[in-house]
């Protein structure tokens, strides 16, 4: 049980022993004390204050000294401030608490709770690599399933490939036109590139036909619906859907090559998937419940056969399940692929991690799934997260102006490299380790600077600006960690072993942090917010380093002060690992 989870529980004890007042523990308000006052958590009394007809002071010195006196184990002391009773913890306490996890590997992981969470992230479209806006989406949806696993859920990690429609038809329909019959194997390109291109060039195509049948007369509308380059595209999907074969063949070879690309994007960025679901084996799912809803009530049929569920009592309005012509729409999609998964993995909860301009999407998804009485429904979590912009503003995919995930990793890796140059702290590393640490220096700082910000926001990505050895950036804490273990490595004698007694205040504050850690990943799982754990580790990086600045742990004034400040060290770095490992990040032995 944490600290703080041990205040409440004992003023919730001392409360209902002075004045006959039942509270729950979670109804107490505790703090970390603010450092200009003495104390290590405060306990807030103003909505006290009112249920008991006491005044603040009044509690406050009934209230501590009754904590005190009940828990001489915990509490070594108390003051008062405006309302606000300032409880220090014994200094026991923090070296027990030391003495226990200085060499626990699993420090702040958590035991199973038998629940099952399945995390569905990615979902990319195979008409063109992987891009900044997809970057943040994979490091959002891998560590929130990694959070979810250390604090003791089963995670089931699942994508679904958008791996068909008019967008797919016209990358295959350029690649018709223009191409030649060349392959990523002949021009020596990445096959999700080598698709994209095409994509491009049809819209550029699109545009230019557009504008000369509109030079020829054409209203916009008509030319837009008219250009043939459109009207092949509409065709070619025509033709998917009917199953011709040489259609169906291009489909498969394109897509084939874009998997091959997608498959090392996913490699080099840390992201992995037990399980991939293809809307080719998808779009017809749904059918069956909407046949269910309409007998149950729940949808109505228009006269033009089409089918709607009236959402307008719940804030919303009328949705289509099923057009006139039978053939579903995406919420039906969405409603079937939910309900196959629920059956297949039996989740407690289903989070989807997918932008913010689809909201509106996944309240109808999960009110009608709750409406149909499906058993997926009460699960479903909608893990919302704002656009990724760069300092020079949006970008847009059909106009070739997207920020390609592959060029990124490059540019942040390359940036890596000439910054540790400067330092030039790493002459004695091989060529090899040298390239290992680029790589581990430039993709933990892409992964901290997306994840440190609440996933709710809308952000801008500053390449330079995250690879700062100095700042609110992987790089700082990765270095503070490469800090530690050099430390530890010259140490001359192990964490194990009496610490004595008398902390100094920034001992017990990097104390205090430690012991933050495993409530801090809770809270990450429950909040479904990664940046709390970014925030965690970089603040934990920079009070260890405050600490170290002002205390020599090799040249401690005794042996058992040496101990304690080497059992501090060591679970902050294990406490760094960890931390930084739930977000997808290596941290190096050295740099």
């Not at 003051?79 to 030391?98: A, H, M, P, Q, S």
């Amino acid at each position: 049980m944490s600290v703080v989870a041990q205040v409440k529980q004992a003023t919730s004890q001392a409360i209902k022993d002075l004045y006959g007042l039942d509270l729950f523990p979670s109804e107490i308000l505790v703090n970390a004390t603010k450092p200009e006052f003495e104390g290590d958590y405060t306990v807030v009394l103003f909505a006290l204050v009112k249920q008991l007809k006491l005044s603040p002071d009044a509690l406050g010195q009934q209230l501590g000294t009754e904590l005190l006196e009940k828990n001489p184990a915990l509490f070594s002391g108390f003051n008062l401030i405006k309302g606000f009773l300032n409880l220090v913890i014994t200094e026991k306490y923090w070296l027990d608490f030391l003495q226990r996890h200085a060499a626990d590997e699993q420090y702040g992981i958590a035991q199973p709770t038998g629940k099952k969470v399945m995390v569905e992230y990615s979902s990319p479209n195979t008409n063109k690599p992987l891009h900044l806006g997809h970057l943040r989406n994979n490091f959002l949806g891998r560590s929130i399933a990694e959070i979810l696993k250390a604090t003791g859920h089963e995670v089931v990690k699942t994508c679904i490939v958008n791996d068909r429609g008019i967008h797919i038809c016209k990358s295959m329909i350029a690649w018709q036109l223009f191409a030649n019959g060349t392959t990523p194997a002949t021009t020596h390109t990445k096959g999700d590139h080598f698709v994209g291109d095409y994509y491009v060039r049809f819209n550029d195509e699109y545009k230019k036909q557009v504008d000369a049948l509109k030079a020829a007369g054409k209203t916009t509308e008509e030319a837009e619906k008219e250009a043939p380059v459109m009207r092949a595209a509409q065709q070619m999907l025509l033709d998917w859907e009917a199953g011709k074969p040489e259609v169906m063949q291009l489909w498969r070879d394109m897509n084939g090559w874009v998997y091959e690309g997608f498959q090392a994007t996913y490699q080099r960025i840390g992201s992995d998937f037990n399980k991939t679901y293809y809307e080719s084996n998808t779009y017809l799912l749904g059918k069956d419940l909407v046949n269910m809803g309409l007998e149950k009530g729940v949808f109505y049929q228009k006269d033009d056969g089409s089918v709607w569920i009236d959402l307008t009592a719940d804030g919303l309005d009328e949705k289509l399940v099923r057009r006139k012509d039978g053939t579903s729409v995406y919420i039906t999609q969405d409603i079937g692929l939910a309900e196959q998964k629920q059956q297949e993995f039996h989740a407690d909860q289903s989070i989807y991690v997918v932008g913010d301009e689809q909201n509106y999407h996944f309240k109808v998804l999960k009110l009608i799934c709750q409406k149909l009485g499906l058993p997926s429904a009460d699960g479903i979590y909608h893990l919302s997260y704002g656009m990724v912009e760069l300092p020079t503003g949006k970008m847009k995919s059909r106009e070739g102006t997207v920020v390609d995930a592959d060029d990124l990793v490059d540019e942040m890796v390359s940036i890596a490299k000439q910054k540790t140059e400067e330092l030039g702290k790493v002459r004695d590393f091989t060529d090899m380790e040298l390239t290992g640490l680029y790589d581990t220096i430039g993709l933990g700082a892409l992964k901290f600077f997306l994840l440190r910000v609440d996933p709710k926001k809308k952000m801008v990505f500053n390449p330079e600006e995250s690879i700062d050895f100095h700042g609110f950036t992987g790089p700082f804490v990765q270095y503070t960690h490469a800090r530690i273990r050099s430390i530890l490595r010259k140490a001359e004698c192990d964490t194990i072993g009496d610490a004595g007694e008398g902390l100094l205040p920034l001992e017990r504050a990097l104390a205090i942090h430690l012991e933050m850690f495993p409530v801090v990943l809770r809270d990450a799982a429950d909040e479904h917010d990664p940046s709390k754990v970014a925030i965690y580790v970089f603040n934990l990086a920079k009070t260890f380093n405050s600490f170290y600045t002002e205390h020599s742990i090799a040249n401690a004034e005794s042996n058992e002060k040496k101990t304690l400040r080497l059992q501090l060290a060591r679970l902050t770095s294990q406490t760094i690992s960890t931390g930084m490992g739930v977000l997808g990040i290596t941290v190096p032995e050295r740099m």
